[in-house]
C-alpha cells in the first residue's frame, strides 16, 4: 500500500514548472526527496499537503486530504510554525490540546533524549535545537507519515545523527511512512530506502537507493574507449580535458561485458551531478 501517491502533478510559477511530477511513497519506508536548489521540492510538499492550489492527483493515507487525515501527518518546514516566546514543555501543552493523538509520553522521551532545555524559551534556542523541537512536536502527534522538508540543512553532524537516529526508530515499527526532502545527500544515503531526484520540476528518477548505489556506476576512460562501449549503459557522459567520465547502469553486466573497464562506485552526490551536468551520450 502506499502512504503517498502523486500522479501528474503540474504546478506553475512564472517560468518554473513543475510537470509530469509522478511518484509513490509505500508504506513503512523513507523516501527522500532530492534535487538542487529551486528544483521544486518544496512545492511538490506544499501541494502534498494541500497549502498550494495544483492540477493532477494527490492521495495522502488513501485518500484525498482533509482534516482528519491531517490529523495522521506530522509536518517540520524550515519556516517557523511554533512560538518563539514559549517553552518547549509550554508549546508542549498547547499542541496538546490540537492533536487528537498527542502522545505526553513520548514527547517528554524525545524531549530529553534531544537534550532540549526546558526552562528557556525558544527564542534562546539554537538552530539545531529549534529543529529538534519542531522535530519532537511532529512525532509526539504520533502521526502515520512524517513529512519534512529539509531538516536538516545547516545543522552539524553530530546533531544530523542525533536526528537520523529518532527517524530509524520512527520507522520501526511498519505502519510508518518518512517523506523528507534534503540535499545533503549523505543523510538521505544513510536512511532512504528510496529517492526521487527532481531537477527543474521534472523527475529525473524514482527508485530504490541500494539499486542505484549497486546498479550504477563511474567508468573513466577515454573518448576513444568510450566510443567502444554500448550506449545502452551509459547514462550520462561528463567531459573534463583529458578525461571522460560516464555514468554505467547494470555494472554487473557491464562487468561482464568488459572486465578490464575500472568502474567505481557512485555516490547519491556524484549521480545528481551527472544528471545536472552530464551529457547523454
Ligand atoms: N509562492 C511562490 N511564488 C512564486 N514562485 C515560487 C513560489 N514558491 C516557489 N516558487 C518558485 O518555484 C521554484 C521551486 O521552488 P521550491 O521552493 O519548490 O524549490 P526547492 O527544490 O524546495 O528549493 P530549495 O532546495 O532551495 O528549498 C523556484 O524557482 C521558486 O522561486
Redesign the pocket.
Known amino acids: 500500500m502506499n502512504a503517498i501517491e502523486v500522479k501528474n502533478l503540474y504546478k506553475s510559477?512564472?517560468d518554473?514548472k513543475l510537470e509530469n511530477v509522478s511518484f509513490n511513497v509505500e508504506k513503512g519506508t523513507i523516501m527522500g526527496l532530492i534535487?538542487e536548489?529551486?528544483?521544486?521540492?518544496?512545492?511538490i510538499i506544499k501541494a502534498i499537503l494541500s497549502m498550494i492550489k495544483y492540477e493532477g492527483d494527490i492521495k495522502v493515507l488513501g485518500g484525498e486530504i482533509n482534516e482528519e487525515i491531517k490529523q495522521d501527518i506530522g509536518v517540520v518546514f524550515d519556516d517557523a510554525f511554533l512560538s518563539n516566546y514559549l517553552t518547549i514543555k509550554e508549546i508542549g501543552r498547547v499542541l496538546s490540546g490540537i492533536y487528537r493523538n498527542w502522545d505526553e509520553e513520548y514527547f517528554n522521551y524525545i524531549v530529553e533524549k534531544f537534550n532540549l532545555p526546558q526552562d528557556k524559551i525558544l527564542n534562546k534556542y539554537s538552530k539545531g535545537m529549534k529543529v529538534k523541537a519542531k522535530i519532537a512536536c511532529a512525532l509526539a502527534s504520533r502521526p502515520k507519515l512524517l513529512i519534512l522538508d529539509?531538516p536538516t540543512s545547516g545543522l552539524d553532524p553530530v546533531i544530523r545523527d542525533e536526528i537520523l537516529e529518532i527517524f530509524y526508530e520512527f520507522i520501526e515499527d511498519e505502519e510508518h511512512t518518512i517523506l523528507i526532502?534534503s540535499?545533503i545527500t549523505s543523510d538521505l544515503e544513510k536512511i532512504a530506502d528510496y529517492i526521487t531526484f527532481i531537477d527543474n520540476g521534472k523527475i529525473l528518477l524514482s527508485k530504490e537507493k541500494d539499486e542505484l548505489l549497486e546498479n550504477y556506476g563511474i567508468l573513466k576512460c577515454s573518448e576513444d574507449e568510450l566510443k567502444e562501449v554500448d550506449s545502452s549503459f551509459v547514462e550520462r557522459v561528463k567531459r573534463e580535458k583529458y578525461s571522460v567520465e560516464a555514468l554505467i547502469n547494470n555494472k554487473d553486466s557491464f562487468k561482464i561485458k568488459y572486465p578490464n573497464a575500472i568502474v567505481d562506485r557512485v555516490s547519491l552526490d556524484e549521480i545528481m551531478v551527472f544528471y545536472i551536468k552530464g551529457v547523454v551520450l
Open positions: 510559477y512564472g518554473f534535487g536548489n529551486g528544483a521544486g521540492k518544496t512545492t529539509e526532502s540535499h
